[in-house]
């Protein structure tokens, strides 16, 4: 495309729609200017054909980018439907707990990746495309747009004015004076007051036309902070379970951080019930879950020693959970009444006479307990989560005490080479071949609280919301404030008035008519509005 030459002398790039120095439109049409862009020369909207033209317009097309936000709210909406794997417990397979605890749905879910939805690749994808689309249309459009604001001439082309919306031609006596009348009424409206050869414009609130840029801003940086959790050490989501007096590490930090549950307290309903369990157990409504929570910074003491130190202390709640240096602790889930130390007593079979008790911490179990008098007690194997698998052989489904199991040795003075049994809970079994002479029975058991926190680093949120804060400040821009502007223009000895602005045209109407009062033009106000004449 050529440039294009105006009769004022000024050349324009390809593709301008309006002078960019007195404002005369190029096309031979009678119909109210489109001011969007000040009828600047957008790049996207030139005919070329090379190949970084197809796709600087690709992404400059309002078209590609409402559809790229379409598809991701559409996926991220998918992303709803279960939890993300991150909610489900850690030691779960997500191929086996999505189903198994959503059918098949579940089964589909998982198969086509959407349990890890908004770290996949695609979902990434999308989010760059996004931010490209918006660049690009920004500086398609931005560009120009600000280029022709800042080159505006006071006095423009009478068919610029004509073809405003809001436009009026009379005649008067003394057009000079009529001028001056304009000047110190559009000051005291608070425009700002441009003079130029028989020409007056009164501006003002130009900046509301950047908002819809500065609402891309705060878009732009929203993406890259959501990009940021991506990347590794931006953002952490993970699982720790504590049990009532325990200290452990906070997982992630390198074991800088321990975190200790004082006690875990479910408080429900005392007057309102949900009927019977399977056992016949009533069942209550929670009220509340709470978790007395001490943190605990690694530091090196003045002897180059580490030591636990104190940081802070938290009820955690749900809702209200513990936050210290990026970390927060959420409450997430509980175990009530787990199995924590059993104690059992060592009697001779024949006699019933007890010789002595141990006491096995389920947690950690010592390897040799001595009752004293030549008789030992030797743990052999432990099966915290007991059960038989496939070859008819004891193993253990996970750490977690659910249903011990233990194989002793038994060592008593006219026994030195012991005697093997195994117990379970509410049952001894002995080694096959053998007829012991004592017996290991349960005969206390001690149970304790565990609480499940979510533990949680977001170094991209203050990112984030720096991008929601500038995106407020832009869409207060575009819907409380609008870029108005009056001209009005001597020619000859008529006065030529004409006014436009981005938005909210029925108060505009009542400036410009307040203008005409103190100006005393000769305006039929009924006929100022070219659309709503028509």
Not at 199 to 223: C, M, P, Q
Not at 263 to 272: N, R, S, W
Not at 469 to 483: A, D, E, K, R, S
């Amino acid at each position: 495309m050529e440039q294009i030459h105006c009769e004022c002398g000024h050349v324009n790039p390809p593709g301008t729609e309006l002078c960019e120095q007195c404002g005369k439109p190029f096309d031979d049409q009678d119909s109210i200017l489109n001011m969007r862009y000040e009828g600047a020369a957008l790049r996207s909207k030139r005919r070329r054909k090379t190949f970084i033209d197809h796709i600087w317009n690709f992404f400059a097309s309002v078209k590609v980018g409402v559809w790229l936000l379409v598809i991701t709210l559409v996926a991220s909406t998918l992303g709803t439907i279960y939890p993300q794997q991150m909610y489900i417990p850690s030691t779960a397979d997500p191929y086996e707990y999505y189903p198994e605890n959503y059918g098949f749905g579940g089964f589909l879910y998982v198969t086509l990746g959407f349990h890890n939805l908004y770290s996949s690749w695609w979902y990434v994808t999308l989010l760059v495309l996004i931010g490209i689309s918006i660049i690009v249309a920004s500086i398609d459009r931005g560009l120009p747009l600000y280029r022709a604001l800042k080159r505006q001439r006071v006095k423009r082309h009478p068919q610029f004015l004509k073809r405003q919306r809001i436009h009026s031609q009379v005649t008067v006596e003394q057009p000079a004076q009529v001028l001056e009348k304009a000047k110190q009424a559009l000051a005291s409206m608070r425009y700002k007051v441009r003079e130029e050869n028989g020409a007056v414009l009164g501006e003002k609130n130009r900046f509301s036309r950047w908002g819809a840029y500065v609402v891309h801003l705060g878009l732009i940086i929203l993406l890259v902070g959501a990009l940021l959790r991506v990347l590794p050490g931006f953002t952490m989501d993970q699982y720790v379970w504590i049990r009532d007096g325990e200290i452990v590490p906070v997982p992630g930090t390198n074991n800088q951080y321990y975190i200790q549950s004082e006690g875990f307290t479910l408080k429900v309903y005392e007057d309102y019930q949900t009927g019977e369990d399977t056992e016949g157990q009533q069942r209550f409504i929670p009220e509340d879950f709470i978790t007395e929570a001490v943190l605990y910074e690694n530091k090196t003491n003045a002897s180059g020693e580490k030591e636990l130190v104190k940081v802070k202390e938290h009820t955690i709640r749900v809702n209200d959970p513990l936050r210290y240096e990026g970390l927060s602790f959420y409450q997430s889930d509980y175990i009530l009444d787990e199995f924590s130390v059993f104690t059992f007593a060592l009697t001779h079979k024949a006699s019933g006479k007890e010789v002595g008790e141990i006491t096995v911490d389920l947690y950690d179990p010592d390897p040799e307990y001595d009752l004293g008098n030549g008789y030992k007690v030797q743990l052999l194997e432990y099966y915290p989560d007991f059960e038989m698998d496939a070859h008819k052989q004891p193993q253990t489904k996970s750490s977690i005490p659910n249903n011990p199991a233990f194989i002793f040795r038994t060592i008593t003075p006219d026994n030195p080479a012991g005697e093997k049994s195994m117990v379970l809970i509410g049952q001894t079994i002995e080694m096959p071949g053998e007829e012991n002479q004592y017996a290991l029975k349960i005969n206390n058991v001690e149970f304790k609280n565990v609480t499940g926190l979510m533990v949680r680093k977001e170094r991209s949120l203050p990112v984030i919301y720096l991008g929601l804060g500038i995106t407020m400040v832009g869409l207060i821009m575009c819907f409380y404030w609008q870029h108005r502007r009056i001209w009005i223009q001597q020619e000859g000895s008529q006065i030529l008035l004409a006014a436009h602005t981005n938005k909210n045209w029925f108060g505009f109407k009542k400036e410009v008519e307040q203008l005409i009062d103190q100006t005393g033009l000769p305006v039929d106000k009924q006929t100022l509005d070219k659309e709503e004449a028509n």
